[in-house]
Antibody
Framework: QLQLQESGPGLVKPSETLSLTCTVS??????????WGWIRQPPGKGLEWIGS???????YHNPSLKSRVTISVDTSKNQFSLRVSSVTAADTAVYYC??????????????WGKGTTVTVSS | EIVLTQSPATLSLSPGERATLSCRAS??????LAWYQQKPGQAPRLLIY???NRATGIPARFSGSGSGTDFTLTISSLEPEDFAVYYC???????????FGGGTTVEIK
């Protein structure tokens, strides 16, 4: 059964870049024609979609994060990654990676990682 | 941006009761709406997609309905494990932008 696991630093300093990786177990990202996404949840708040990447490398992201977000896929490692630059305290959240449900489908997310907490603080 | 408004914010019910949760979109999303369940400390779980289709492994007591701007998630008879936060989610057509509602907490009365 496909599983996702987020990894990366739990503490990032303000103005620096947050970098997270999601490792996909079972199957190959390059052969699976899915979108892979990042979603975050600030403490005590709701969910916010950050963006998603297709197995080919095409990306879509939430314009609210403007140009601070980079999402990429590394098929050789079966991973996809998130980078958020110039972080502030407002970027403190639990970050989830997820798989979108259908082939080439950017609508819904049916497999989620457990999430990783990232705190932005000096 | 399409805004999803969920109501009520909190629903206090007893096990065995019926739960009715609402999600209203600021403009039509046709049937492209999903519902997720989230328990404390856990990732969200997809329950319903395309407004009324149950995801794999979701019990039949969960059902979704609606189209356009008004959607409903119904839990026919609450089990103890159903007390959680529920979110609706849509994807706007172009450019693609996924947004979530603010959530409804179903708590034990």
């Amino acid at each position: 059964q496909l599983q996702l696991q987020e990894s990366g630093p739990g503490l990032v300093k303000p103005s620096e870049t947050l970098s997270l990786t999601c490792t996909v177990s079972v199957g190959s990202i390059s052969r699976n024609l899915y979108f892979w996404g990042w979603i975050r949840q600030p403490p005590g708040k709701g969910l916010e979609w950050i963006g998603s990447v297709y197995s080919s490398g095409s990306t879509y992201h939430n314009p609210s994060l403007k140009s601070r977000v980079t999402i990429s896929v590394d098929t050789s490692k079966n991973q996809f990654s998130l980078r958020v630059s110039s972080v502030t305290a407002a970027d403190t959240a639990v970050y989830y990676c997820a798989k979108h449900r259908g082939y080439g489908d950017l609508y819904y997310m049916d497999v989620w990682g457990k999430g990783t907490t990232v705190t932005v603080s000096s | 941006e399409i805004v999803l408004t969920q109501s009520p914010a909190t629903l206090s019910l007893s096990p065995g009761e019926r739960a009715t949760l609402s999600c209203r979109a600021s403009q039509s999303v046709t049937s492209y709406l999903a519902w997720y369940q989230q328990k404390p400390g856990q990732a969200p779980r997809l329950l319903i997609y395309d407004a009324s289709n149950r995801a794999t492994g979701i019990p039949a007591r969960f059902s979704g309905s609606g189209s356009g701007t008004d959607f409903t998630l119904t839990i026919s008879s609450l089990e103890p494990e159903d007390f959680a936060v529920y979110y609706c989610q849509q994807r706007s057509n172009w450019p693609p932008l996924l947004t979530f509602g603010g959530g409804t907490t179903v708590e034990i009365k």
